[in-house]
């Protein structure tokens, strides 16, 4: 199970803070990530971490947001700078675990949480 936090109303240029809580291990995941969703379009990438400290991140993140892990806290966090409203969005985080030989993912998503930031 995974829980963000850190949610809320910023103004714009202002920071934030995500974090996604796993219930488990999160070694135990290949990939987390985070996606943003705007109602009625598909979830899009933003920014992504393997269980190896790779990092990648979408066009649009333009080095304002960090992607991190704490693999003792089984956390992943997402450090949101210079924001700006059209950053505003329903962020989910996501986890991704390579499940057998043939290449099949198991994914887990968490339940979303909103950032709003006012111009």
């Known amino acids: 199970q995974l829980v963000e936090s850190g949610g809320g109303l910023v103004q714009t240029g202002g920071s934030l803070r995500l974090s996604c809580a796993s219930s488990g291990r999160i070694l135990n995941f290949d990939v987390m990530g985070w996606y943003r969703q705007v109602p009625g379009k598909p979830r899009e990438l933003v920014a992504t971490?393997?269980?190896?400290?790779?990092?990648n991140y979408a066009d649009f993140v333009a080095g304002r947001f960090t992607i991190s892990r704490d693999n003792a806290k089984n956390t992943m966090y997402r450090e949101m700078n210079s924001l700006k409203p059209e950053d505003t969005d329903v962020y989910y985080c996501n986890a991704e675990k390579v499940v057998n030989v043939e290449g099949d993912v198991a994914r887990s998503w968490g339940q979303g949480t909103k950032v709003t930031v006012s111009s």
């Open positions: 971490i393997t269980s190896g400290g790779s990092t």
